[in-house]
C-alpha cells in the first residue's frame, strides 16, 4: 500500500473509532469487562465515557448508581482523581437526596480500600468497612457480596491472616462463576496466588499463578497479566527458581509498558529484577542498572513508599561492588524512609542487610549499633503480635456477649408468648364456662392439666438457658461471663471476712494452637479444645472451676487453694495435658500447654483482675522460655493496682520470686497429613 493510502486510512481509522464506541451501551460494555477484562484501566474508563446511554438525572436511580459505581471503581485502580472525584461527588449527591444505599456502599468500600493499607488510619478504614457490611444485608446481591468479600480479604492480607484471606477470595470466586464474571475470576486467582505465597506455600502459588495468567490470555485481559506475572516471578524466587523468576519478570516489564495506571507495577518488577541479580555471580553492575531505574521512576512519581526497596538494593549492590561508605549510606537512607513511613517490616529487613555490609567491612561496633535497632525492632513486634492477640480476644468476648444478649431476648420473647397462650385459654375458659356450665368442671381440669405441661415445660426451658448462658457452648467449660461473676463474688466474700482462705488463679494457654487450625482445620482444633476441658476436670478438684476465658485460654479458679500448693497443681495440669497424645479424627495429636499461676490476693488489696493481670505476665514468660511449662509466683512486690510487669526484671531485683515447673516430655508422633 502506497504510503498516501496509508495515511488516509488511518485517518479514517481514527474518525471511525470514536464513532464506532459511541454506539455501544452502558450494559454492553460492562459486560463485555465480566468476560474479557480490558487492555488497560485508561481504556476501561474511556470506553465507559463514551457509550451512547450515559444515565442522567433522569434515568433509573439503579442505573445511574451501577455506572458511577463502576466509574469509582476503575478510577481506585489507576491514575484518575478527576474521575474519582467526580464518581464521588455523584454518589454522594444521590445517597443524600435519593437515599440510595448502593452508592453509599460504594463509597463505603471506596474509602475503606483508601485509608486501609496505612496503618495509622486503619482503624477509620475498619469502620467503613463494617459499614459497607450493613449496607450489604441491606442491598442482598451477589455482585456486592463478591465486592465485599474482596475488601474483607484485603482487610486479611494487611492484618497477615492469609488463610483467611484465602477463604474470602475462594468464596468470592465461586460466586464470580455463578454470576459469569470470568474477569473477577481471573482477579481472585491472582490474589490467592499472591496470598499463597505470602503465606510461605510458593508451589501453590505457582499453580494458582499460572492458571491465572492461563485464564487472563484465553478471556482477552490483557491488563491483569503484568500483576499475575510479577506474583508469580515472587513465587518462582521463593522456590529458587530463579532462572524462571527472571523470565516471569522480563515478560510482565514487557507487558506493562509504559501504562500510567501499572507504574507501581512497573517500580517493582524492576526492583525485583534488581533483586534478582544480587543473588548472581558479578550481578552487582545488572541490580544497580535495573535498581536506578525503578528509583528514579519513584522519585519522579513522588513516590517515597517505593523508593525505599529500590535505595536499599542500591546500597547492597554499591557496597558490594568495593563503595562501602556510598553503599551504608544508601542503606541508611532506605532505612530513614522505611521508618518515616512506619513500615517496620522494611526498616527490620534492610537493618539486618546493613549489619550484614558492616560486618563484612569489620566495621563492628557500627554492626553492634545497627543489630541493637533490630533486637529493639524484633522485641516491638512480638509485642505487638501479643497486643494483636489480646484484642482478638476481646472482640471473641464481645461477640459471645451479643450472642447470650440475643439469646436473653429470645427467652424473654418465648415466655411472654407462653404467658399471652395462657392467657388467651383462660379467657377461652371463662367463655366456655358461662356458655356450658355443665362442661365447665372437666374443661376447668383440661385447663390446668396443660397449664401445668407448661409451666414444667417452662421451667426446663429456663433451666437450659441458664445453663446455656453461664457454659462455653463449645466445651462445656464455664464462660467468661460466668467466671467473672463468680470471681466477684469470691474477692467480696474475702473482704467480708479478711481472714478467710483465698483461692488459686491459672491462666493457661494452649501451645502453638493457631498451627493446630492451620494444618488439621477447625474442626481438628475444637475437637483439641473440649479433650483439653476433659483432661483439665479429671486433673483438678470437684469444687475447682474450669474457664474458657476466650480462644484456647482458660482460667482455673481454685477455691481454698494457697500459693505454696500451686506447684503441686500446675504440675498435675501439665502431666494430665502433656503426656499421652490427643486422638483427633481417628490420629495421635501431641498437645502441651503454657501456664502462669498466682495465688489471691498476692499482696493487700489486690483486685482478682489485676491478679489475673500478673498471671497473664507469669504465662508470658512461661511461653518465652520455651512452652510446655508452668510459672508460679511465689512471691511479689508490687502495687495492688499492677497487672502487667516484667517478672524478670523484678526478680533480677529482688522483688518477685518465681518457680518454674516443667511439662513432660511428650512422646514423640509423627503427625499425619492435613484434611483436604
Same mark, same amino acid.
Given at each position: 500500500m502506497k504510503p498516501g493510502i496509508q495515511r488516509v486510512a488511518a485517518l479514517l481509522l481514527c474518525m471511525l473509532s470514536p464513532l464506532a464506541m459511541a454506539q455501544e451501551r452502558m450494559d454492553d460494555v460492562l459486560g463485555d469487562f465480566q468476560a474479557h477484562g480490558y487492555p488497560s484501566v485508561s481504556a476501561a474508563i474511556t470506553r465507559l465515557q463514551a457509550v451512547d446511554d450515559v444515565p442522567g438525572r433522569d434515568a433509573p436511580l439503579a442505573r445511574r448508581a451501577s455506572y458511577h459505581g463502576a466509574l469509582l471503581e476503575l478510577s481506585r485502580l489507576g491514575q484518575h482523581p478527576q474521575v474519582r472525584r467526580a464518581s464521588e461527588v455523584e454518589l454522594k449527591r444521590m445517597a443524600d437526596e435519593e437515599n440510595c444505599v448502593r452508592c453509599r456502599f460504594d463509597l463505603a468500600l471506596a474509602a475503606f480500600y483508601e485509608g486501609g493499607a496505612a496503618k495509622s488510619s486503619r482503624a477509620a478504614a475498619v469502620a467503613r468497612l463494617r459499614e459497607a457490611e450493613a449496607l450489604q444485608r441491606q442491598l442482598g446481591s451477589q455482585e456486592t457480596m463478591r465486592k465485599l468479600?474482596?475488601?474483607?480479604?484485603?482487610?486479611?492480607?494487611?492484618?497477615?491472616?492469609?488463610?483467611?484471606?484465602?477463604?474470602?477470595?475462594?468464596?468470592?470466586? $465461586?460466586?464470580?462463576?455463578?454470576? &459469569?464474571?470470568?474477569?473477577?475470576?481471573?482477579?481472585?486467582?491472582?490474589?490467592?496466588?499472591?496470598?499463597?505465597?505470602?503465606? &510461605?506455600?510458593?508451589?501453590?502459588?505457582?499453580?494458582?499463578?499460572? $492458571?491465572a495468567f492461563r485464564m487472563a490470555e484465553e478471556i482477552g485481559y490483557l491488563a491483569q497479566r503484568p500483576t499475575i506475572l510479577l506474583d508469580l516471578g515472587h513465587a518462582y524466587s521463593l522456590t529458587g527458581q530463579r532462572p524462571k523468576q527472571r523470565a516471569a519478570l522480563e515478560k510482565a516489564l514487557a507487558l506493562v509498558g509504559d501504562d500510567p495506571d501499572l507504574l507501581s507495577d512497573r517500580i517493582i518488577i524492576l526492583n525485583n529484577l534488581a533483586d534478582f541479580w544480587l543473588s548472581q555471580p558479578n550481578g552487582y553492575p545488572r541490580t544497580l542498572e535495573y535498581a536506578r531505574k525503578a528509583l528514579a521512576l519513584a522519585r519522579q512519581a513522588g513516590r517515597e513508599r517505593e523508593s525505599i526497596a529500590p535505595l536499599a538494593n542500591i546500597g547492597i549492590a554499591m557496597a558490594g561492588l568495593g563503595q562501602v561508605d556510598q553503599g551504608v549510606a544508601t542503606l541508611r537512607e532506605s532505612i530513614e524512609l522505611s521508618k518515616k513511613g512506619a513500615i517496620e517490616v522494611f526498616t527490620l529487613g534492610i537493618t539486618q542487610e546493613l549489619v550484614r555490609v558492616l560486618r563484612e567491612a569489620r566495621r563492628y561496633e557500627e554492626a553492634l549499633d545497627a543489630l541493637q535497632t533490630v533486637t529493639d525492632l524484633q522485641e516491638k513486634r512480638a509485642m505487638q503480635a501479643r497486643e494483636t492477640a489480646v484484642l482478638d480476644l476481646q472482640e471473641k468476648y464481645a461477640a459471645q456477649r451479643k450472642s447470650d444478649e440475643i439469646e436473653r431476648l429470645a427467652a424473654q420473647n418465648r415466655l411472654k408468648q407462653t404467658q399471652l397462650e395462657a392467657e388467651s385459654w383462660k379467657q377461652r375458659l371463662w367463655l366456655a364456662l358461662a356458655g356450658l356450665l355443665a362442661l365447665g368442671g372437666l374443661m376447668l381440669w383440661q385447663s390446668i392439666r396443660r397449664a401445668r405441661k407448661a409451666n414444667q415445660a417452662l421451667a426446663s426451658a429456663n433451666q437450659?438457658?441458664?445453663?446455656?448462658?453461664?457454659?462455653?457452648?463449645?466445651?462445656?467449660?464455664?464462660?467468661?461471663?460466668?467466671?467473672?461473676?463468680?470471681?466477684?463474688?469470691?474477692?467480696?466474700?474475702?473482704?467480708?471476712?479478711?481472714?478467710?482462705?483465698?483461692?488459686?488463679?491459672?491462666?493457661?494457654?494452649?501451645?502453638?494452637?493457631? @498451627?493446630?487450625?492451620?494444618?488439621?482445620?477447625?474442626?481438628?482444633?475444637?475437637?483439641?479444645?473440649?479433650?483439653?476441658?476433659? @483432661?483439665?476436670? &479429671?486433673?483438678?478438684?470437684?469444687?475447682?472451676?474450669?474457664?474458657?476465658?476466650? &480462644?484456647?485460654?482458660?482460667?482455673?479458679?481454685?477455691?481454698?487453694?494457697?500459693?505454696?500448693?500451686?506447684?503441686?497443681?500446675?504440675?498435675?495440669?501439665?502431666?494430665a495435658l502433656g503426656s499421652a497424645p490427643y486422638e483427633v479424627d481417628g490420629q495421635a495429636m501431641v498437645v502441651t500447654a503454657s501456664m502462669g499461676a498466682i495465688g489471691f490476693p498476692a499482696v493487700p488489696g489486690q483486685t482478682w483482675s489485676a491478679a489475673l493481670g500478673l498471671a497473664d505476665s507469669a504465662l508470658y514468660l512461661a511461653k518465652a522460655s520455651g512452652r510446655n511449662q508452668a510459672v508460679c509466683i511465689a512471691r511479689i512486690d508490687v502495687e495492688a493496682t499492677s497487672s502487667e510487669v516484667d517478672l524478670n526484671l523484678l526478680q533480677n531485683s529482688g522483688k518477685a520470686e518465681c518457680l518454674v515447673i516443667p511439662g513432660p516430655s511428650p512422646a514423640v508422633v509423627q503427625p499425619g497429613p492435613p484434611p483436604g
Open positions: 468479600l474482596l475488601a474483607q480479604a484485603a482487610l486479611g492480607k494487611w492484618q497477615d491472616d492469609y488463610n483467611e484471606a484465602i477463604l474470602l477470595l475462594v468464596r468470592a470466586s $465461586e460466586l464470580a462463576k455463578k454470576d &459469569g464474571d470470568a474477569a473477577a475470576q481471573v482477579e481472585y486467582l491472582g490474589g490467592m496466588a499472591a496470598l499463597n505465597a505470602d503465606r &510461605g506455600d510458593p508451589k501453590r502459588a505457582i499453580d494458582l499463578s499460572n $492458571e437450659t438457658l441458664a445453663l446455656q448462658s453461664s457454659t462455653d457452648a463449645l466445651t462445656g467449660a464455664f464462660n467468661r461471663r460466668h467466671t467473672q461473676a463468680l470471681l466477684e463474688r469470691l474477692q467480696a466474700q474475702m473482704a467480708q471476712v479478711p481472714q478467710g482462705q483465698g483461692f488459686g488463679l491459672i491462666l493457661l494457654d494452649i501451645d502453638l494452637f493457631k @498451627r493446630i487450625n492451620d494444618t488439621r482445620g477447625h474442626a481438628a482444633g475444637d475437637a483439641v479444645l473440649v479433650e483439653t476441658v476433659r @483432661r483439665l476436670r &479429671g486433673a483438678l478438684r470437684q469444687n475447682d472451676v474450669v474457664a474458657r476465658w476466650g &480462644g484456647e485460654e482458660f482460667v482455673l479458679v481454685l477455691p481454698g487453694t494457697p500459693t505454696s500448693v500451686l506447684p503441686t497443681v500446675v504440675g498435675k495440669v501439665l502431666v
